[in-house]
């Protein structure tokens, strides 16, 4: 089992794991001055410098972050490259990106239009390729007693702008639950997960109530929700998996017979199949084209895809469909740039296979 350790302390630059290959010796090089008269040419000693290992600089979603900490870790086994990865989250991630100072973002919705605009004015190309799926799990406090399920438009009662500093107690969701305090933890807003549900439940991403704890690391709404009986957050369904001794999931009802009636938990199955809506959705990395030249880069998404399936599972993400691996592999193989989003950010509801049928 991958444990998801993403501290706050280090979510700014995290080693997933250091080189046990030893760095290879280069070959002597040309001194331009000539290195005749140096005290080692003297002596009959050999000038030679040691090379530094190979970087490949990841930053981005911690949603993403357990399924390239895993690829990173295996890939390193066989490598000596070295990877490492940043948590700054899906928009602090594209910042980097899209000013060259990484090669890979990590991404848990889509690239927008000012970040491809970004990306272009820097001149850095890039390919999109989806990873896995992933639901967002609604959870509460285990000594929560009162509620058994939340339908999409009390998420919305809750979460959007208009609630800030009105609706702060429980009975304000439904009269018939107790006179508590609400209290709410979710990511930042550099965070694709808080944009994906911000569109899916207020209808336009990047748009919330702003009284909240907010967190880039999820392991920080994980200790909230769970210390607070009152409170109530939304993270990738992978944390509370991992946490779910200290959480209560919470089934959805988006009101659609046709995705299922009643509330909905999200599972392996609910999300693959799209009946846990409208919160399920795929995750991504984003490479740039510049850098899949190096092939450490270009080796290790090869690598990322091909073993994606048993990586994802053991990350406790929801894998793709082989063929839609098959397909992310041919556009890193043909270095396909672009997004399948046309710079329209989130889209509720989509799947893999239906995305890469536009090509």
């Known amino acids: ?15 997933c794991g250091c080189s046990k290959n030893p760095a290879a010796k280069a070959p002597e090089a040309e001194d331009p001055k000539g290195t005749e008269n140096t005290p080692a040419a003297k002596s009959g000693e050999t000038v030679a410098a040691e090379a530094a290992p190979a970087v490949i600089r990841i930053d981005g979603s911690s ?41 890979i973002a990590g991404a848990s919705r889509p690239i ?23 639901g967002l799990a609604v959870v509460v406090n285990p000594k929560n007693t009162w509620v058994k399920s939340l339908t999409v438009e009390e998420l919305k009662k809750i979460w959007e702008p208009g609630a800030q500093q009105k609706v702060t ?32 439940i207020v209808g336009e991403e990047h748009k919330s109530r702003g009284d909240y704890t907010s967190s880039e690391d999820d392991n920080v709404l994980v200790q909230g929700v769970s210390r607070d009986e009152g409170g ?45 809506q409208p919160l399920s959705r795929p995750i991504f990395v984003y490479v740039a084209k510049s850098a899949l030249a190096r092939p450490e880069v270009s080796g290790f998404l090869d690598f990322y895809l091909s073993k994606a399936p048993s990586l994802v599972k053991e990350a406790r993400y929801i894998p793709l469909p082989e063929k839609a691996y098959e397909l992310a592999l041919k556009r890193l193989k043909a270095g396909t740039s672009g997004s399948l989003f046309a710079g329209k950010g989130s889209e509720v509801g989509v799947t893999v296979e239906a995305l890469l049928a536009r090509e």
């Open 112 to 134: 927008k239009s000012s970040e491809e605009q970004a990306c272009a004015a820097n001149k850095v190309e890039f390919v999109e390729l989806p990873v896995a799926y992933d």
């Open 232 to 276: 109530l957050g939304f993270f990738g369904l992978a944390y509370f998996e991992e946490n779910s001794d200290k959480l209560k999931l919470v089934p959805v009802d988006d009101g659609e017979a046709k995705n299922g009636e009643g509330p909905i938990s999200p599972t392996s199955d609910t999300v693959r199949n799209g009946t846990y």
């Open 1 to 15: 089992m991958i444990s998801l350790r993403c501290s706050a302390a280090l979510s700014l630059a995290l080693l």
């Open 169 to 200: 107690s429980w009975n304000q969701v439904r009269t018939s639950w107790p006179n508590k305090p609400l209290h709410l933890f979710g990511p930042g807003v550099d965070s694709g997960t808080y944009d994906y549900f911000t569109k899916a």
């Open 63 to 103: 949603t993403v972050y357990p399924i390239t900490e895993a690829a990173a870790e295996e890939f390193q086994k066989q490598s000596p490259a070295k990877v490492t990865i940043g948590v700054s989250g899906t928009g602090g991630g594209f910042k980097k990106f899209c000013a060259g100072e990484i090669a």
